[in-house]
């Protein structure tokens, strides 16, 4: 390696490094204000410049380009004096109100005028900036404080991508603005406190902070998000057993400093008056147990319609369990163990969803255990499963930012996991070219090379033609697909039909953009989109294929053909060769805390703990022997889908749900409020009294993910710990301590004195962490993985053995199932077409302010504040012929019901598509999606077409 001398120190350089980098990488500390290590230097600040031996003036390391046998000096009485004279100029028109500041001791201004000896300014204070800002609740802008450093403004463009903010004005007038000096909310600011965090005075400080204490007064804990399957950490500032604000730090291992809005501000619900915070008994219960007076009955009125607070009383956790147990203990001696169903929790701990199905299988004794993965990516475990032998993302999270080409469909990656979006804009201010394919308008165009709109349903034919375009132009890499993979030929063949012509004829696209898709990714190009719209015959095969990566969500597997879509994908990596190197891969972004771990861990009606297959008696039979048993259900257990359909037909009389809200998450609502209403007894854990606990019998409070500790396994595979940050209110418990605690209430009431086998299995844990430990005993992947191990920045599965590193990408040397599996792909339309009746196309999806169903998002007050009622976008051309008008009502029929809400005119959707999101329970989303045509193969329902039409109430009034 090359090398560079600094204060007579001989030091290694890393390639395209700077002296700042450098001397930092090797301990030695150069002052610094405008740097960033994520940042492109700016060299504004001056403080970071070193003497070059040989040249006649000093030059700012941030920028300076290590070269072999240079020699540096970091410190010199010349420098002190510049440093110095640059501090006096900033303290010049910066308050020196250290000991009141809410920044004191977290400033870096204030730590260098210490250390330079700066105690005020010799040129005569004149502040130059005194405009105060605080139009929102995330932050303030308090312009005295600001140094004009820049690092906002680069942060929010680089990085995060808004360009929300910029300089303004000139001299003594400059200041950091939005557009015309107007509100943030105007702004495209999306409030991630991006600027926030890297801000070196208090210019910029959380609203939260303001008022509460100096940061030697604060203690600190770590631990991960419970929103997106991102899985970044964040550190918490805690005073008197409250969470005062939360950040990121550099150590973090997916995000570094780096958070989204909900990350960092939607952590206030955990104190919310709504928690639940202690059982509760529905009324009508209590009085058949003789626990009430007087009688009473469940109303008609929806739980979308009401809180339902009044239609419990609360009990104590002894009667709770007891209840609960003898419960689920009656329906198995009347109708059976499959007479009974569970939900398990994508925001629940690796150790909470083992032990879940754990109680379902060794405990009630049935395999009808799921959760919302089934609904959103279970297409992607089962097509990928198919194609390469693992479901799961294939390359870790920080590829992105090094990949040449980036494929994003079905991904509203701005607003459902902004945290990658950040690394996908990183990718692209570094050269990389990005392709988006999705039927919307979404934040993500604004940073493409090139956009593919197609109608919505229509998606398949623009991947089929891409494959067709590879093959025919010769682009397939062949010594990859003759040595990795099997059936290419088959699968080639049965490409011919599919020609970018036709394509375009189905979905709009034009054949064009579908052949230079095929060739920026295919080739792993990167800037040379624009000249090759302008001129494709210009084109000439690059000697080196370069790195293309594809990113995918929901809008690709919540569909009736949702696994053929994936293998489209797969098909598209593997012909390419593309996959089982860095920077490249096919890569399903998880859209939960912890839904890959969830599944990870069996949370599945058709997979034991690992994935290993129910019906695969060898190694069902091992994981009941590592429980203590000889033998488990053999039988694939019924889908959430399923379930429902069961509850209404009297097959399934008793449910426990954890964690899930199927009466906001689940496909037409009006039918799965029917089936719960049906149920026997149902029982549902949670920390708020949500939609569906509004329905059970029995309501158990539980501790939000800040109040425990565990595992999440992000979207990349990375198990990481969690960490207790508050204590959990009133006496709500850790979702893992109830069920062990109703596990071994429910043992003793099967058993009834007699020799039970199932009685003897283990329920009893000491801590989470012998949970984990029992769980790698019959999880292979796991198998190598400890609370020991996972300190820090965890382990990536597969890990089978405890001197395993992990396995940050996967298919490496060969695919887990050997060989990659081409499948030919035919395409199909959507189940349910538009009429004359329904004439539009109704997609649903996320907002970047809430999350899911938004139980939690919508109690806490900036994100509430920042998009406080639901709403559909609408086209203007769609909207003029009903006379909508922006911010107006409009209704949604469908064939299943109509939903009332506020249209949003915008050109985000094509003309004959609405766009409704689906986190209010005022205008839910799913009471107009259908759950009767089910992906085949994944058994996922199609979300993101239904055929619908809109009607103006304002109309119908007159």
Known sequence: MSTITINGQTLTFAPDSTVLETALAHGIDIPRLCYHPALKPSGGCRLC???IEGRPNPAPSCGLACQEGLVIRTESDQLTTMRRDILDLFVSEHPMTCATCDKDGACDLQRYANQFGIMETTLGFEPARTLYQDDNPFFVRDHQYCILCGKCVRVCNEVVGMSAIDYAGRGFDSHIATPFDGLMVDSSCVFCGSCVQICPTAALVPKVRIGQGREAEFETKRTICGYCGVGCSLEFKLKDERAIYARGFPEAPVNGEFLCVKGRSGWDFVSSPERLT???????????????????????????????????????????????????ARVIGEFGADAIAGLTSARCTNEENYLFQKFMRAGIGTNNVDHCARLCHSSSVTGLGMAFGSGAMTNPIEDIRHADCILITGSNTAESHPVISYEVVRAVNAGANLVVIDPRRTPMVDHASLWLQPAPGTDVYVFLAMAHVIVREGWADQPFVAARTEGFDAFAAGLLEYTPEVAALHSGVPASKIE???????????????????????????ATRGNSTILYAMGITQRKNGTELVLCLANLAMMSGQIGRPYTGVNPLRGQSNVQGACDMGGLPDVLPGYQKVTDAEKRRAVARGWGLEDLPPEL?????????????????????????PMLSDPNLTHVEEGLRALEFLVVQDIFLSESAQLAHVVLPAAASLEKDGTFTNTERRVQLLHPVLPAPGEALPDWVILMQLATKFA???????????????????????????????????????????AGAGLTWPCPTREHPGTPILHREKFTRGLGKFHAVHARHPAEQTDAEYPLILSTGRVL???????????????????????????????????????????????????????????????????LSFHWKESPANVLTQDFALDPYAKIPEYKVSAVRLENPSKRAK
Do not use: C
Request: proline content about 6%.
């Open 49 to 51: 410049m070193v003497e």
């Open 278 to 328: 202690q059982p509760l008994l529905r009324k009508d219960v209590a009085y058949a147990l003789g626990l009430a007076s007087e009688p009473w009955k469940l109303p008609d009125t929806s739980p979308l319609k009401t809180h339902g607070r009044d239609n419990f009383l609360p009990i104590s956790w002894e009667a709770a369990l007891e209840i609960v147990a003898t419960g689920f």
């Open 516 to 542: 230079l898709a095929a060739r920026l990714y295919a080739l792993g190009l990167r800037n040379d989109a624009a000249a090759l719209v302008q001129d494709p015959d210009s084109f000439a095969t690059p």
């Open 637 to 661: 257990g019924l889908t959430v889908v399923e379930m429902m359909h069961a509850a209404v037909d009297g097959r399934l009389r008793a449910m426990y749900v954890m964690g899930e809200n």
């Open 748 to 790: 003793e009431k099967i058993n009834g004195g007699r020799e039970e086998p199932r009685s003897q299995v283990r329920w009893h844990y000491a801590s989470q962490s012998e949970i984990m430990d029992e769980a790698a005993t019959v999880t292979p992947s796991y198998g190598g993985m400890s609370y020991a191990r996972l």
């Open 849 to 915: 302010y809430h999350y899911h169903t938004g139980t939690m998002t919508r109690r806490s007050e900036g994100l509430d504040w920042r998009e406080p009622r639901g709403y559909a976008e609408i086209n203007p051309v769609d909207a003029a012929s009903l006379n909508l008008r922006d911010g107006g009502p409009v209704v949604i029929h469908s064939r299943r019901g109509q939903v009332r809400t506020q249209a949003r005119l915008s050109n985000n959707v094509q003309p004959g598509v609405v766009f």
